[in-house]
């Protein structure tokens, strides 16, 4: 007796992880770090200049660094040379130097207009968001890596926590 060949089956949508590169995403190397910071600095971008520096010198996950506050890195006028700030997931504090370039790079962004009153260090464009989303800062991390001719599939938020350790 013969078994009839049955359909194939197909899915109704393609995997969400098709064409993505999934696992271990790499740290930037030195000569990227630099490009990304020409880049910002000649775009005169001293919001995404204050927190690509603070991303990479404070080691932070990238839910911890939105909602980092101006108190937290600020006191007396000045921006401080340390700053300790509360994981969200090991609930323990974290140390960390903040370099002379982030220190004047989040200087110059504490200027901005759009900071006038804010309690976060990167707020929300709107009323009802107080902080960017970490969503939000995930697609500045691929503008920022797309911008200088990289995979953004290969590189993430993740990427800027291991970029000051390698």
């Given at each position: 007796?013969?078994?009839?060949?049955l359909?194939?089956?197909?899915?109704?949508?393609?995997?969400?992880?098709?064409?993505?590169?999934?696992?271990?995403?790499?740290?930037?190397?030195p000569k990227?770090?630099?490009?990304?910071?020409?880049?910002?600095?000649?775009?005169?971008?001293?919001?995404?200049?204050?927190?690509?520096?603070?991303?990479?010198?404070?080691?932070?996950?990238?839910?911890?660094?939105?909602?980092?506050?101006?108190?937290?890195?600020?006191?007396?006028?000045?921006?401080?040379?340390?700053?300790?700030?509360?994981?969200?997931?090991?609930?323990?504090?974290?140390?960390?130097?903040?370099?002379?370039?982030?220190?004047?790079?989040v200087?110059?962004?504490?200027?901005?207009?759009?900071?006038?009153?804010?309690e976060?260090?990167?707020?929300?464009?709107?009323?009802?968001?107080?902080?960017?989303?970490?969503?939000?800062?995930?697609?500045?991390?691929?503008?920022?890596?797309?911008?200088?001719?990289?995979?953004?599939?290969?590189?993430?938020?993740?990427?800027?926590?291991?970029?000051?350790?390698?």
């Amino acid at each position: 007796m013969e078994t009839p060949n049955l359909p194939a089956i197909r899915a109704l949508r393609p995997a969400w992880n098709k064409g993505r590169i999934v696992g271990k995403k790499r740290p930037l190397k030195p000569k990227h770090v630099w490009a990304i910071r020409v880049r910002l600095e000649l775009a005169e971008n001293h919001r995404d200049l204050a927190l690509f520096n603070m991303a990479i010198d404070s080691k932070l996950r990238g839910c911890d660094l939105v909602k980092m506050k101006v108190a937290d890195v600020m006191s007396s006028g000045q921006i401080k040379e340390r700053a300790s700030v509360l994981q969200s997931k090991t609930q323990k504090p974290v140390r960390f130097e903040i370099s002379e370039g982030t220190r004047a790079s989040v200087e110059k962004w504490m200027e901005d207009e759009l900071m006038v009153g804010s309690e976060y260090l990167w707020p929300g464009r709107l009323h009802e968001r107080l902080y960017i989303s970490t969503r939000q800062y995930a697609r500045i991390v691929r503008d920022w890596v797309t911008s200088i001719g990289l995979e953004a599939s290969a590189y993430g938020t993740h990427s800027m926590r291991r970029t000051k350790g390698t």
